[in-house]
């Protein structure tokens, strides 16, 4: 896996015919103890509407979509929320309907989680409608096992059921319907609405295991970047350290994409 950075000039040139889609927690903003405070700041805010006035952008999140819509809130950017469960923008709204039939199911699991789990500090139970999740982050360590007896306990009969299924990521654990789909199938959808001339190269910039999909799905077609200190086993084809490289990316290639369209001025008025 290659360090992005150490490759701007050959990234450049194909930069500006380029679709970038973004996860959010971990990439556009650090991750914190609770999932409300993960705010934007004002300079990466900025970074991303330079983004969006310049090439197509998604922003791919595992939170609901109305949740991801209010943090970034920015126009013209296609959301998808749930782990692409739940699609909107410019003109496109989608629900993959297999979900929905697990909502009253989250639900009670969320109201299970929340009752056996207040006599422990620290977790917090988020419901989103379509899924759910269970963040020990703020769990003292003697803690976690316990947290988590109690949660495959509380879901077991539902993944034998067939209903659901879950995941883990950084410090939670996902409650999800059980249907085939998740990043990697949301993106692609969300590219053939796009561009179903296949002109755009796509650009996926994520952190955690649920973008893995993402940069599996995109290996031969698109441009792949994980974030993360210790890269591991991944599926991308670059990297970039934490969100302040993901930011200094932006400014470099912002930057780039200026210079490239001032070289392309001075050109047309050359041969005027």
Not at 80 to 92: P, V, Y
Not at 147 to 164: A, Q, T
Request: net charge positive; hydrophobic share 40%; glycine share 8%.
């Amino acid at each position: 896996m290659k360090h992005i950075l150490s490759s701007l000039e050959y990234f450049a040139k194909i930069s500006s015919n380029s679709f970038w889609l973004l996860d959010y927690d971990g990439t556009l903003t650090p991750i914190v103890e609770e999932p409300g405070l993960a705010v934007l700041d004002p300079e990466m805010k900025k970074l991303l509407g330079s983004l969006v006035s310049k090439f197509k952008v998604a922003i791919i999140s595992g939170r609901s979509l109305s949740d991801i819509k209010k943090l970034v809130s920015l126009k013209k950017i296609y959301y998808a929320g749930n782990h692409g469960l739940e699609i909107s923008g410019r003109g496109t709204k989608f629900i993959l309907p297999e979900a929905k039939r697990a909502r009253p199911t989250i639900s009670r699991i969320c109201d299970e989680l929340r009752n056996e789990l207040k006599h422990i500090n620290g977790p917090i139970v988020e419901d989103k409608g379509l899924t759910a999740s269970l963040h020990y982050r703020s769990v003292a360590r003697r803690k976690i096992g316990r947290v988590k007896e109690i949660f495959d306990r509380i879901v077991r009969p539902h993944i034998v059921s067939g209903l659901i299924k879950t995941t883990r990521g950084k410090k939670v654990l996902e409650i999800r319907p059980n249907v085939d789909w998740d990043k990697g199938k949301a993106a692609a959808c969300i590219i053939n609405l796009v561009d179903p001339g296949r002109k755009l190269v796509p650009i996926y910039i994520g952190d955690d295991r649920t973008d893995e999909d993402a940069f599996l799905a995109l290996k031969n077609r698109g441009i792949t970047i994980l974030v993360a200190k210790n890269q591991g086993r991944s599926n991308a084809e670059f990297f970039l350290r934490n969100v302040d490289e993901v930011k200094f990316f932006f400014e470099k290639l912002l930057g780039q994409a200026r210079l490239g369209r001032s070289r392309q001025s001075g050109e047309r008025c050359a041969l005027i």
